[in-house]
């Protein structure tokens, strides 16, 4: 009964993502932003919303054509895990260009500052849309109360070595110098023990 919740939330979820890709491409074919005005940045925002919100839509209608729920379960967490990672490295983009975006302004280098004004609307957007998906899939997965596969589990841990690997591969090889111990000697007092 719970497996046949599970794949019932999946394919709501599903219904939802098709119902906003349909909103996305409505308004992005406007072209018009909110207050009326036309201008690339409102599309390229929207673009950013359906870009991810199609990808979205994309995985989770190949998660639900998986032969059996586990397989279904296993998916879903590989996606939010998936979607969180987009959100963090945008996250991480965003910032970096948002550093450069008030370095530029302030040293009076306007389009390069324009430049990396527009690309931040995008970042922007596409961290949203990250956010929002990862959220949709944290909420089905919690509300369906289902427990995390232990496939999963193996990967995070492959995962986690494989960046370790990666920082052994970082590490500056600079020969370690050896320093010899020096030993203090009559620094202190000798108190014998008394035998019983």
């Known amino acids: 009964m719970e497996s046949e919740s599970f794949v019932s939330r999946v394919m709501a979820l599903i219904q939802k993502s098709r119902r906003a890709l349909r909103l996305y491409s409505s308004a992005g074919s406007n072209g ?4 009326g005005s036309s201008g690339d940045l409102p599309a390229a925002q929207v673009a950013q919303w359906r870009e991810v919100n199609g990808l979205l839509l994309r995985k989770l209608s190949e998660a639900a054509e998986a032969p059996n729920t586990k397989k279904i379960i296993y998916d879903v967490f590989a996606l939010r895990s998936e979607f969180q990672t987009l959100w963090r490295t945008t996250e991480s983009e965003l910032v970096q260009s948002q550093r450069e ?4 302004a302030e040293s009076g280098d306007f389009i390069r500052a324009a430049v990396l ?7 922007k957007a596409r961290l949203q849309a990250g ?4 959220h949709e899939l944290d909420l089905l997965i919690k509300r369906s109360k289902v427990v995390r596969p232990a496939a999963e589990l193996s990967e995070e841990n492959a995962t986690v070595l494989s960046t370790l690997e990666l920082l052994d591969e970082q590490v500056v090889d600079e020969p370690v110098k050896a320093v010899p111990l020096k030993v203090a000697v009559g620094g202190g007092k000798v108190i014998p023990l008394k035998r019983r």
């Open 131 to 134: 956010q929002a998906a990862h």
């Open 117 to 123: 004004s527009t690309s931040l609307v995008s970042l």
């Open 101 to 104: 975006l008030i370095a530029s």
């Open 32 to 35: 018009f932003s909110r207050d």
